[in-house]
């Protein structure tokens, strides 16, 4: 199964993420921002890292990428998309997912090694898990404050659209421990923490952030 | 030198008093004018080396030149006052592993499968003291640059900190700014912070040490180096646009002592933009990939002058420069000013005329701005011209590389005998089980030896996904090979108490130190690099401080067997006439075949045997009980003893190798106390241990040549150190929430943590102190 990441000038977690997959199983396919070509990827990673520098808005001038148009495109109709960190950043400002990511409540960029509570184990990024699996894996960011308007958050959390939840400590002030959300279909997630970065013994706190690329495999296979 | 700024005496010779106002100094109108007085001290010239620049010109200099000379004959850029003593490290016997040695960007080391290893400590002292944020940003930007040049990608980069006293005010100021500029830039360039040291004095008060260290990978045949060659290739300049910030940052910051009266510098900072140096590390290593350059440089401390300069003397040609081209932020700089800009993230290439246009091709994919603006000549002159006028012609050697060299007067501190004389033997020990709690209590969680996780929190450890172990580990380790798990292992230390009390001695210490903590973490040391912060060299006493700690550093490596690959040196590090303590910064690089063996320092089960390595003298001489508890600094610093370092190094290498030990530690700073508190706090394992004989010592002395370690099997560890000669002694098993000390007393991890955590948030917590100093709406933050 190819699973593309895209590289935004700025990008510094797409060797991870591409890594990530090819452990999984997968084969990673090099995306450019630049280029308008999906190159028949099966889904998408948006890498963690400072595209575009995160000048204006983290995520902001990502988002009107020329590659973005298509994975919106795609993602309307069904395409898996997975956004990490600042990726997820770029999903918000694309519209493909609610909510905004702000400047930490500490004012700190912070780096930890953090639970998480996997609240929905049936999206397409996330199947692996079983519902409410306590998983950890490191978070490192400085604009990763998770908001929405009150009504708005009510109803994600009504229609089951947080995927993890921060647990054992928020390490952002994120808006009732959010880490992630989903699309309404389950195919598009985003979340502040790095599943990407634990993967092996030897470089993660874990291997619990394996099964978000396994999931989309699984997925893949079964559809 | 006065203070003045070179800005200042910049716009003097452009705007007045008299001959220059209206006229462009050129080659020529020099030559016609050889009386016109020239403000070359301002620029932080002597009049000796002002008439030097007369003899080597046969003329006065252009005010270009003048410019050139200064920046290029600074303190930072010609180690005129170091350059004689550091020649002792090139004197060391030859390593099969140094496969370029000191003289260029950095050092290369063989490390193995065909692979290289460059790294490289720089300082940005001054500049962070102005201004934290963008000093420190930029000291980790200038630092990448170089080790770019040296054809390797970055890979890990580490900081070494010092600041005042930990609850002064003007720390709280500079500290914040320093760590998030650290962060913001090390972060943004997606590089991984692997570890360092944060040290409190109330000698840096008014001068803080911010040393970066940063590391590269690539292959041997890879190596790049800052040369010149081939009549008629380009010169291409590529990455950010010129502007006016950090004019004369080497001849005014690095090179000049801080006046509490000064004017404010703020102008000779420059500023950094990440985001442009991540494109131009990706854009410079497609363009090495594709071998397109013939030589490169980067443009740091001195800018343009350095790297024209060095470009030409390195090569066997002369080079020509057309000034006009060179892309600028700000139109209204003059010619002496754009040689001098030290505007950050920009590169300097020698191009084959044949591949400029694929040259510029790769700049483009990655929006970097690229340039060209000169070529190789035939002849042995560098040569600028500006609106068709010529206003540089120099022999490039005498401005790169035959800048001045002084034996500076040296004399021993008048204090070190009765500093010496203060032994801490005098001072009152711990008398009772509870007063030595209390101060094992005092020193863990003094803002020395406490948690340092407020800062590396700040810090990016997991880009790259190779970082396999980082601060509070003994040293940083990076895999530079997935499939065959060959890594290496880094450790940066400078233990400048003991410097003070005996510079010889203390450099080795460090070294000791540095190597002992590679060692402790499984790998094999192979390689030194150092970055040595001292006061003015123009004081005799602190030229005997610098003198001192070459040599000791230069024997120390001899003994142990190591090359020193290069270093950095950074003087003036003083406030008025108060110097710093002399603090030489010591890097060691070790190799693993296998970095599947490394050694952590946290215990993790319970159960297991406590060993400790190596033998404990009552040593306090500058020990951080004495000063913690008693705020002393005398006596004599802890006998060295490198070959007891060499055999616990080669015990060490051995048990990890072998799989043996579960953990290893080392013991320095606050002796064996800090060693237990980290090893037991890392995943929260306790353990029951035994003292003999004298628990003072045994608890806060630091004697050399020992780490604590835990196993599994420990008849076959004693069985290996016995072999080796390593002595040892059992200290217990092991388990439980506390460190039961028998017949002492106990201390509960829960405790313990309190005590080990709260100290650098209570002290730097305070969000106003951040939001003060991180510019609002300029860093990326994500």
């Not at chain 1, 630049?34 to 099966?42: E, F, N, S």
């Not at chain 1, 575009?52 to 983290?58: E, S």
């Not at chain 1, 502040?192 to 993967?199: D, L, R």
């Not at chain 2, 006016?244 to 004369?248: A, Q, S, T, V």
């Given at each position: 199964m190819r699973i593309g990441v895209i590289t935004f000038p700025g990008s510094l977690d797409d060797v991870d993420a591409a890594r990530a997959v090819r452990l999984a199983g997968g084969e990673p396919v090099t995306l450019w921002h630049?280029?308008?070509?999906?190159?028949?990827?099966?889904a998408v990673v948006l890498p963690g890292g400072f595209s575009?520098?995160?000048?204006?808005?983290?995520g902001a001038i990502a988002a009107r990428a020329p590659l973005m148009r298509s994975v919106v495109d795609r993602a309307h109709q069904g395409l898996p998309v997975l956004g990490i960190c600042n990726g997820f950043q770029v999903l918000c400002e694309a519209g493909l997912l609610p909510g905004a990511l702000t400047r930490n409540s500490h004012l700190h960029f912070r780096n930890r090694d953090q639970g998480l509570r996997v609240e929905r184990a049936d999206t397409t990024w996330t199947s692996s898990y079983t519902s409410g699996q306590q998983i950890v894996v490191p978070v490192k960011n400085g604009e990763g404050r998770y908001v929405a308007a009150d009504p708005e958050l009510d109803r994600l959390e009504g229609e089951g659209r947080v995927v993890v939840r921060y647990v054992g400590g928020n390490p952002n002030g994120s808006s009732r421990d959010i880490a992630g959300v989903t699309s309404a279909d389950g195919r598009v997630v985003g979340l502040?923490?790095?599943?990407?970065?634990?993967?092996e013994d030897l470089t993660g706190p874990s291997v619990d952030g394996l099964g978000f690329f396994t999931s989309v495999l699984a997925a893949a296979v079964a559809a | 030198m006065t203070t003045d700024s070179a800005t200042a005496g910049l716009s003097d010779l452009d705007t007045g008093p008299g001959q220059l106002a209206d006229r462009l100094d050129t080659v020529e109108l020099a030559a016609a004018t050889p009386n016109d007085e020239q403000p070359f001290a301002e620029l932080g010239l002597r009049a000796e080396e002002y008439e030097r620049i007369k003899d080597i010109l046969d003329r006065r200099p252009t005010t270009a030149e003048l410019a050139m000379y200064s920046v290029m004959w600074s303190e930072h850029c010609s180690y005129k006052s170091s350059a004689v003593h550091l020649r002792r490290f090139a004197d060391l016997p030859r390593s099969d592993a140094l496969l370029v040695g000191m003289g260029e960007n950095a050092g290369v080391v063989d490390v193995g499968d065909g692979y290289a290893v460059t790294f490289k400590v720089e300082s940005h002292n001054h500049p962070s003291y102005i201004e934290p944020y963008q000093g420190a940003a930029t000291g980790v930007g200038g630092i990448v640059r170089d080790i770019l040049t040296m054809g390797a990608r970055p890979i890990a980069v580490m900081d070494s900190l010092r600041f005042g006293r930990a609850d002064a005010p003007d720390t709280a100021r500079v500290l914040p700014g320093v760590v998030a500029g650290v962060g913001g830039y090390g972060n943004c360039l997606g590089l991984p912070n692997i570890g360092g040291e944060l040290l409190f004095d109330d000698c840096y008060l008014g001068n803080p040490l911010v040393n970066v260290l940063c590391v590269g990978v690539m292959r041997h045949e890879d190596v790049r180096l800052a040369k010149a060659e081939g009549v008629g290739n380009k010169v291409v300049l590529f990455g950010a646009r010129t502007g006016?910030?950090?004019?004369?940052g080497v001849s005014v910051l690095a090179s000049e002592t801080f006046d509490a009266e000064g004017p404010a510098k703020r102008p000779a900072v420059q500023v950094g933009d990440p985001f442009t140096e991540k494109l131009l590390i990706e854009a410079c290593l497609e363009i090495f990939a594709a071998d397109l350059v013939t030589g490169i440089q980067d443009l740091g401390g001195a800018g343009l002058s350095c790297a024209t300069s060095e470009l030409a003397s390195g090569g066997s040609g002369g080079m020509h420069v057309d000034l006009d081209a060179v892309p600028l932020r700000d139109s209204t700089l003059t010619p002496a000013e754009i040689l001098m800009s030290e505007s950050q993230e920009r590169m300097c290439a020698i191009v084959e005329p044949a591949k400029v246009e694929e040259f510029l091709l790769v700049c483009r994919k990655w929006d970097v701005l690229a340039t060209v603006i000169g070529e190789v000549t035939d002849g042995d002159r560098l040569t600028v011209d500006w609106h068709g006028e010529r206003i540089i012609d120099v022999p490039p050697r005498t401005v790169a590389h035959e800048g001045p060299r002084y034996e500076r007067p040296m004399s021993r501190p008048a204090d070190l005998d009765a500093l010496r004389a203060d032994d801490p033997a005098q001072l009152p020990a711990p008398g009772s089980p509870a007063e030595l709690r209390a101060a094992w209590l005092a020193v863990i969680s003094s803002p020395d030896g406490a948690d340092k996780s407020w800062v590396t929190e700040q810090y990016d450890r997991y880009v790259r996904g190779n970082t396999v172990l980082a601060q509070p580990e003994d040293a940083g380790v990076v895999r530079i090979d997935e499939h065959s798990n060959r890594g290496i292992a880094l450790s940066l230390d400078g233990n400048a108490r003991f410097a003070r009390l005996d510079p010889y001695t203390g450099a080795q210490l460090n070294l000791a130190e540095a190597y002992r903590n590679v060692a402790v973490s499984g790998a094999r040391p192979l390689a030194v690099t150092n970055c040595l912060n001292f006061g003015s060299p123009e004081e005799p006493e602190v030229m005997w401080q610098f003198a001192e700690a070459v040599r000791g550093l230069a024997d120390g490596c001899r003994e142990l067997g190591l090359p020193v690959t290069g270093g950095n040196v950074s003087l003036y590090n003083q406030t008025g006439d108060v110097p710093i303590n002399p603090t030489p910064v010591i890097g060691v690089l070790g190799v693993y075949d296998d970095v599947r063996r490394r050694v952590p320092t946290g215990w993790r089960a319970d159960r297991e045997s406590v060993l400790l390595l190596g033998e404990t003298r009552p040593e306090f001489g500058g020990s951080a009980w004495a000063a913690v508890v008693h705020g002393h600094l005398g006596g004599r610093p802890p006998r060295l003893d490198l070959p007891a370092e060499r055999a616990l190094g080669e015990l060490l290498a051995t048990l990890a190798d072998e799989g043996l030990v579960s953990s290893a530690h080392d013991l320095a700073d606050g002796g064996l106390a800090q060693t237990l508190t980290e090893s037991a706090l890392r995943y929260g394992v306790g353990a029951t241990l035994t003292l003999d004989g004298d628990a003072f010592a045994a608890l806060l002395a630091e004697s050399v040549a020992r780490a604590v370690v835990t196993t599994t099997d420990g008849a076959t560890v004693l069985a290996a150190a016995a072999a080796a000669g390593v002595p040892v002694t059992e200290l217990g098993t092991t388990g439980g929430d506390a460190l039961v000390l028998t017949g002492l007393f106990d201390l509960s991890l829960e405790e313990l943590r309190g005590a080990w955590t709260a100290t650098l948030p209570a002290l730097f917590s305070s969000p106003g102190a951040a939001v003060g100093i991180v510019p609002a709406g300029t860093v990326p933050t994500s």
């Open positions: 630049a280029d308008d070509d999906l190159r028949d990827v099966d575009y520098g995160d000048y204006l808005r983290a502040m923490p790095h599943p990407e970065h634990a993967v | 006016g910030d950090g004019i004369g």
